[in-house]
């Protein structure tokens, strides 16, 4: 078992930034891809970005690639998400997830979710 807390959301003014944060526990963290996913009402869960084991390998998707940085403390067993440049089309509940078996853009291939934090970006 892997539990995730996801923490840093919040109300920020467009172009501004925030730092989410995913903290794990349970099995060997540092073992695991991590994953951002985010959804909006009415919409599907997208993919954001994931980190690898190593933090060697960080894909991110297209809508926020050049304003995100994902980056983990497998010390502190935490994931962090900071994105910057933020639009009011980045507002959605963000969710972090662990255990890929799979395409790591596909939220189903994931096992393991977070509660999701309110990230709400006013124009």
């Known amino acids: 078992q892997v539990q995730l807390v996801e923490s840093g959301g919040g109300l920020v003014q467009a172009g501004g930034s925030l730092r989410l944060s995913c903290a794990a526990s349970?099995?060997?963290?540092?073992?695991?891809?991590i994953g951002w996913f985010r959804q909006s009402p009415g919409n599907e869960r997208e993919f954001v970005a994931a980190?690898?084991?190593?933090?060697?390998?960080?894909p991110r998707a297209d809508s926020v690639k050049g304003r995100s940085t994902i980056s983990r403390d497998n010390a502190k067993d935490t994931v962090y998400l900071q994105l910057t440049s933020l639009k009011p089309e980045d507002t959605a509940v963000y969710y972090c997830?662990?255990?890929?078996?799979?395409?790591?853009?596909?939220?189903?291939?994931?096992?393991?979710w977070g509660q999701g934090t309110q990230v709400t970006v006013s124009s």
């Open positions: 997830s662990a255990e890929n078996r799979g395409d790591i853009s596909t939220p189903r291939s994931w096992t393991y």
């Open positions: 349970g099995r060997t963290f540092s073992s695991n891809y």
């Open positions: 980190i690898s084991q190593s933090g060697g390998h960080t």
